[in-house]
Every structure is written in C-alpha cells, then in structure tokens.
C-alpha cells in the first residue's frame, strides 16, 4: 500500500493541526492504519493507530484526550487531529499500515506495521 502524508505544521503550544494520511491502494477490511513519530535524537514511537472495519482507535497515553484518530472509507484517507499540542510533541509524523492485523488489540510495536508514508513534520513552539 502507498501512502502519503500530509499537514505539517508550525505552531504555537495549545495550538492544533490535522494531519492526513492517504492511501494510493485498497485498505483491507483488516488492515490497521496507524500515527507514529520520530523526535530529533529518539526512537520513533507509536501514537495512536485504528482499524479499518470497525474503527476501533487505540491512543498512545501521551497523547489520549488530545489526538484523535479518525478515518474516510470513500476518501481511503486517515486522520489524526493534534489538539491541545505541546512542544515535545514535536517529531517528524508517519503513518503505516499494519496488513496482518487479526484480533484485538490494535499492535503499537513499529515492526508490526508494513508499509510506510513519508514523514510530514509537525513543530511546537512555546
């Protein structure tokens, strides 16, 4: 699956952004698209992530009750909307599909996810 990434961003802390992932290929039933980003210096990270039938949502702890996690089947495109935004939220923002997904729960590990987009920065000034 192609993948592509879009709205970075630069913004003040308390600021929002939405986020976009678009998929260039069919998105099984099964399939989970998930959020995860890389900070300068760390390991890339998972961020919130949710299945394509049901729209099950899983959330990092980080992030829950401001990030939400949503998707368009007619546009085949996922979103993340990054409310209440911190500066160490900053990291460069991917997204990925995890093709082999079976029962709950959603998985969060990087290795688990098979087909990557582009990064698209997201940066949060104090």
């Known amino acids: 699956v192609q993948l592509q990434a879009f709205g970075r961003g630069l913004v003040q802390a308390g600021g929002f952004l939405r986020l976009s992932c678009v998929s260039f290929?069919?998105?099984?039933?099964?399939?989970?698209v998930g959020w995860f980003r890389q900070a300068p210096g760390k390991e890339r990270e998972f961020v919130a992530a949710?299945?394509?039938?049901?729209?099950?949502?899983r959330y990092a702890e980080s992030v829950k009750g401001r990030f939400t996690i949503s998707r368009d089947s007619a546009r085949n495109t996922v979103f993340l909307q990054l409310n209440m935004l911190k500066p160490e939220d900053t990291a460069i923002y991917y997204c990925?599909?995890?093709?082999?997904?079976?029962?709950?729960?959603?998985?969060?590990?990087?290795?688990?996810?098979?087909?990557w987009g582009q990064g698209t920065q997201v940066t949060v000034s104090s």
């Open positions: 949710i299945r394509w039938r049901d729209r099950d949502p």
């Open positions: 990925a599909t995890d093709n082999f997904a079976r029962r709950p729960p959603i998985a969060t590990p990087t290795r688990s996810y098979d087909d």
């Open positions: 290929g069919v998105l099984y039933s099964n399939y989970v």
